[in-house]
T-cell receptor, first 118, second 111 residues
Framework: GAVVSQHPSRVICKSGTSVKIECRSL??????MFWYRQFPKQSLMLMAT?????????EQGVEKDKFLINHASLTLSTLTVTSAHPEDSSFYIC??????????????FGAGTRLSVL | DAKTTQPTSMDCAEGRAANLPCNHS???????VYWYRQIHSQGPQYIIH???NNETNEMASLIITEDRKSSTLILPHATLRDTAVYYC????????????FGPGTSLSVIP
């Protein structure tokens, strides 16, 4: 299967700082990636669709100025949580679909990034 | 997108078959049924998908009723490592269709 890597796996930061999370497709190109957020004991919530070379599409209720997404290459998308506050503490997960299996629509997920804002 | 109903939680004895049901009575004709699972504190993992025929792979089997209103994911010989939350998700096969997760079924495999 295709491999999606996320970095860092865990980050602790002070309130008011910005945190960048990287999502890489290691062995395939991904023109589209997705970002999710998951709070404890809850399901994954889709935040945005990241499109290579264009603006991300955000889901309703997700602040685009708060969660900056950049998809500058076919293998890398980044999510920056700007001016993080304790309520932003969550598990952030990215996913991508490989063109290697056209029509399969299988999403491959990263291992996730646990953000703790103090 | 079709709505799904899954049991909140299930237990299964280690070595026995785990049968996870999913109701998707409003599924449309062009929606496939996908199953993913999420082991605690990890990213989700694809398991299997199908349209109307039963499907089997190295991980599981998928049984879809003839009217397509429900399906069952079968893990033939559950192990402790199969303890996870299992999600049944109808998806229309278009390029880069979003995967929207419901609450899923929390499966506990018991020794």
């Amino acid at each position: 299967g295709a491999v999606v890597s996320q970095h860092p796996s865990r980050v602790i930061c002070k309130s008011g700082t910005s945190v960048k999370i990287e999502c890489r497709s290691l062995d395939f190109q991904a023109t589209t990636m997705f970002w999710y957020r998951q709070f404890p004991k809850q399901s994954l919530m889709l935040m945005a669709t990241s499109n290579e070379g264009s603006k991300a599409t955000y889901e309703q209720g997700v602040e685009k100025d708060k969660f900056l997404i950049n998809h500058a290459s076919l293998t890398l998308s980044t999510l920056t949580v700007t001016s993080a506050h304790p309520e932003d503490s969550s598990f952030y997960i990215c996913s991508a679909e490989t063109l290697r299996d056209p029509g399969s629509d299988i999403q491959y997920f990263g291992a996730g990034t646990r953000l703790s804002v103090l | 997108d079709a709505k799904t109903t899954q049991p909140t939680s299930m237990d299964c004895a280690e070595g026995r078959a785990a049968n996870l049901p999913c109701n998707h009575s409003t599924i449309s004709g062009n929606e496939y049924v996908y199953w993913y699972r999420q082991i605690h504190s990890q990213g989700p993992q694809y398991i299997i998908h199908g349209l109307k025929n039963n499907e089997t792979n190295e991980m599981a089997s998928l049984i879809i009723t003839e009217d397509r209103k429900s399906s069952t994911l079968i893990l033939p010989h559950a192990t402790l490592r199969d303890t996870a939350v299992y999600y049944c998700i109808p998806i229309t096969k278009t390029s880069y269709d979003k995967v929207i997760f419901g609450p899923g079924t929390s499966l506990s495999v018991i020794p």
